[in-house]
């Protein structure tokens, strides 16, 4: 307790100790950033895709496309190659799924005014000449559809690992085990993949026959359909079926949807995939035309623009 008066006895001040605690983020010394170290290409281009909107598309994708190129002074066109792993595994990703046209738009962009200078010497056309500007994005695009779709997007081994462990467990313990959880992970980008294939295809920068192609591969499997293939046939009809659909390729389309017709009264085909299947028969029937279409993402101000025209018509 502290007396009045009373005097008190001078302290030392505290002296530095050699071996004293210093926090790292003091301790570092600060680094100049190379302009093309890898690191810096993905910091910068992750920060703009978490901004990317349709309000900022024109300036977002002008600075994205700068940093793609950057690989204007590369041989291998790896800074490229990165910007567009960056914007497909945005693209796929299952909280984006309702951004697809926007990230294939962002493509197309790309595609039409990346730098001819821009190329890849390892990656060469039928005169043996290296693929330089929108057809090295292109090229890398189809690559990386073809690569992630062919790996079996819905990983057939997990999802059966993960289905066999949760029927072994009660209750709701099965919802949360980290097999059931990377296999419904799985699922939702194998959906954002296909739906994101099928708007890259309205951009035509897909060919048809990579469509038709698509959808035989999910319908092959005539003895025991996954139901992952099933989803993902109907995510990619919703897509890319009315533009699929065309009198010459009718013929391929009746094909297709008899045999969705028959899977729609397949008893190994659980209940929730047959009313999937018969949403895109009758939307096929209705010409495809939605009964509640969902708007696709619209800037701030075409949406004030849309309440006013309302607004209006009230008065």
Known sequence: MLIIGATL????????????????????KPIAPDADSPELVDRKVRSLLNKLSMEKF????????????????????????????????????????????????????????????????????????????????????????????????FAKE????????????????????????????????????????????KFQMLTERVMHGCVKKLLGNVENPEEEEIESLCQLLRTVGQQLDVPKARAHMDVYFARMKELRKDLNVSPRMQFMLQDVIELRERRWV???????????AADHEAVTILVLLRL
């Open 290 to 300: 939605g009964r509640g279409c969902v708007s696709a993402p619209t800037t701030i």
């Open 58 to 153: 024109d300036s977002i994708s002008d600075q994205i496309i700068t940093w793609a190129n950057k690989s204007e002074n590369e041989k291998d066109g790896r800074t490229l190659i990165q910007v567009i792993r960056l914007v497909f595994d945005k693209a796929t990703d299952s909280d984006e799924a309702a951004w697809s046209e926007m990230y294939a738009g962002l493509c197309w962009m790309m595609m039409v005014t990346i730098s001819p200078e821009v190329q890849d010497d390892g990656i060469r056309n039928t005169d043996g000449k290296p693929i330089a500007g929108g057809q090295l994005v292109r090229k890398h695009l189809l690559t990386r559809c073809q690569e992630d779709f062919e790996r079996g997007w």
């Open 9 to 28: 006895e001078p302290v030392a001040p505290l002296e530095v100790s050699a071996n004293r605690w210093v926090a790292a983020s003091t301790s570092r």
């Open 158 to 201: 997990t999802t059966a690992t993960a289905v066999a462990a949760a029927n072994n467990k009660k209750g709701e313990e099965n919802l949360y085990s980290d097999q059931y959880c990377a296999a419904q992970k799985a699922k939702r980008q194998g959906l954002g993949l296909i739906k994101f294939i099928g708007e890259l295809f």
